[in-house]
């Protein structure tokens, strides 16, 4: 009786599996079929698609013949002779910034005096090949990546592919400025710059120059007490100017950059990029605008006062005749501080891209408010050059080289030697020079440039004794190179 009972629930067993098996495969048949009824609608469009596509291409080939055809009929009626090009060798419209910057580049060539200086080895080379390929850069993009690549404003290499060379770069600024550490870390490169020389760090996008451009700014605000307007010499592409401008613990009200034409046709696009109508364009009359660009030929109308004007590695690579005229001049402009970031003491036999002898040599009616020879920054990207930086205020010296340390047992070293130079700088008299070079002579294993310089100075002052000491020191001067940009690529 039990073992028919089994038997019973076995075969009901069966069945219900079997039942269930066939409803199974009955629901995949018909979700296979689905999906092929899909694959087959998908394929169908793709080819309506691909129609479309082909018909769009057929259009369009049949406009640019009508539109080349048009060209053609409207250069006949106007007795024009019109050569023939196919839409891909078309070139593209100019972007407006790029239109309005060259044309105050063409107004401000025609206004420079035949008495300037000559732009000396170093920058006509570069001025040259702006000259030559601006008519090719057409867009606000390709303008700042070419004055980013091709011109040595600031040197932007590659983001690194080691982090701790970002790291370290930070921890330098930090250290010398630990209340500006929000500051520092508010601050981000322009996100427009070429994108390898971009990378994240701490939360925004920054550079490897970056760091350079932000230390400037960071000195610039705790040593001349957080200046609210700023006159920059030789301002690059205006990316220094863009950070003062944006730093949030003490934003510039007023930023001019003094600068050639050329070199302001690549600032002008890049800081309207941000900035748009807060740049003005000085022709002989202020427009009145926070950021003004003022091209050389008419610095001598400016009249807008700056609590600061600085200069920061561009004067080391102008001749000595541009550094007379912006010393005569920063004498007349109405400014506290001078803030300079330049070369000094470097041996006359490697002078690499210095063009003059001496860059820091302002005159009695500055004072020395802060001097200190190399920065810790700078240090990380190469110690091949020696950096001065000094903060000097317009107003009478009252210090001599009586005061010079080596008279108290100091040895002479580069920082004595700065020291030095800075003290005879205030009180250039013919017997502190002749003490001057005969103690750097006799003391330093080496022969700065700015020796050279003093020497000339003696002998213009009829001191012929000095003579052979110039003749020898002319001999070692060397390294004179200058830098040719390569034309942009085209198409």
């Given at each position: ?12 067993l ?6 269930q098996?066939?409803?199974?495969t ?61 839409s891909?060798?078309q070139?593209?419209?100019v ?59 600031d ?14 770069r930070?921890?330098?600024?930090e ?5 500006l550490?929000?500051t ?37 605000i ?48 890049a ?36 609590d ?37 003491a ?8 210095s ?9 009695a ?14 240090d ?15 107003t ?11 008279d ?16 005879l ?8 020079a002749?003490?001057f ?11 700065p ?9 003696l002998?213009?002052?009829?001191q ?25 690529k085209?198409?």
């Open positions: 009786m039990w073992a028919n009972r089994l038997k019973t629930w076995a075969v009901r069966k069945l219900r599996r079997d039942e098996i066939r409803a199974l009955a629901a995949v048949t018909a979700t296979a079929q689905t999906v092929n009824d899909r694959d087959a609608h998908i394929r169908a469009l793709t080819a309506k698609l691909q129609e479309r596509d082909a018909e769009i291409v057929s259009i369009s080939k049949w406009a640019a013949e009508l539109a080349k055809q048009n060209s053609l009929l409207t250069a006949a009626i106007a007795g024009q002779s019109v050569q023939e090009t196919s891909t060798t070139e593209p419209a972007d407006p910034l790029v239109a309005e910057a060259r044309r105050h580049l063409e107004k401000a060539l025609s206004h420079i005096s035949p008495s300037q200086p000559s732009y000396g080895s170093r920058w006509q080379p570069q001025i040259d090949a702006i000259r030559r390929d601006i008519p090719a850069l057409r867009d606000s993009m390709s303008c700042l990546h070419y004055a980013q690549k091709e011109i040595t404003f040197g932007r290499p590659p983001f690194p592919s080691d982090i701790m060379q970002i790291q370290f930070e921890w330098a600024v250290n010398e400025f630990p209340n550490i929000s520092l870390r508010q601050m981000y490169d322009n996100p427009l710059s070429y994108s390898e020389s971009l990378g994240e760090f701490n939360g925004r996008t920054i550079s490897r120059i970056f760091y350079c451009h932000a230390r400037i700014v960071l000195a610039g705790t040593y001349a007490n957080k200046p609210k307007r700023i006159l920059e010499i030789g301002g690059g592409y205006g990316e220094i100017a863009r950070l003062w401008l944006t730093n949030t613990i003490a934003p510039a009200e007023s930023y001019v950059i003094v600068d050639i034409p050329e070199s302001l046709f690549f600032a002008e696009i800081l309207r990029c941000e900035f748009r109508d807060q740049v003005g364009y000085f022709e002989g009359h202020d427009p009145g605008t926070r950021i003004l660009l003022v091209p050389i030929p008419y610095l001598g109308d400016l009249t807008r006062p700056a600061l004007v600085i200069n920061t590695g561009s004067m080391q690579e102008m001749t000595d005749e541009w550094i007379d005229f912006y010393i005569d001049w920063l004498n007349r402009y109405p400014t506290r501080y001078f803030y300079s970031l330049n070369y000094i470097q041996p006359i036999g490697v002078m690499g891209e063009r003059n002898l001496w860059s820091q040599r302002l005159g009616n500055w004072s020395t408010r802060h001097l200190r020879l190399n920065i810790p920054l700078l990380l990207e190469g110690p091949t050059r020696d950096f001065l930086e000094a903060l000097y205020e317009k009478p010296a009252t210090r001599s080289l009586k005061e010079w340390s080596i108290r047992g100091h040895m002479l070293s580069k920082p004595t030697y700065v020291e030095g130079l800075d003290l700088r205030q009180d250039f008299t013919i017997e502190n002749k003490t070079v005969e103690i750097v002579m006799e003391r330093m294993p080496y022969h440039k700015e020796l050279l310089y003093i020497v000339e100075w002998v213009r002052q009829g012929s004794q000095f003579e052979p000491l110039r003749s020898k020191l002319r001999e070692e001067l060397g390294g004179f190179l200058s830098h040719a940009p390569a034309a942009p085209q198409g």
